[in-house]
């Protein structure tokens, strides 16, 4: 879920409107709903569509999110770093 919450985040932050596709499947990527309605299992590929002034910001965003797998500094899959 915490990989999903970060999609949301980014998008919502970015103020543009963002797509994901995942195989026929279609959905706005502004909240944790939709994207869980995409059932894409971890390690689908996963199209991702934005327009408009500031979606290349998000798009990289998004790319960075993924590139890193979901990684934040200072945290570790368990929760934060003591």
Known sequence: ?????????????????VLIRFGEKEVEANSQLNL????????????????GEGADRVLDQ??????????????TESGPVQ
């Open 1 to 17: 879920m915490r990989p999903i919450a970060m999609i949301v985040d980014v998008v919502n932050d970015g103020g543009v409107p």
């Open 36 to 51: 869980m309605l995409l059932a894409a299992p971890q390690g689908s590929e996963l199209e991702i569509l934005s327009d």
């Open 62 to 75: 998004l790319e960075n999110l993924f590139l890193t797998n979901f990684e934040v500094e200072g945290t």
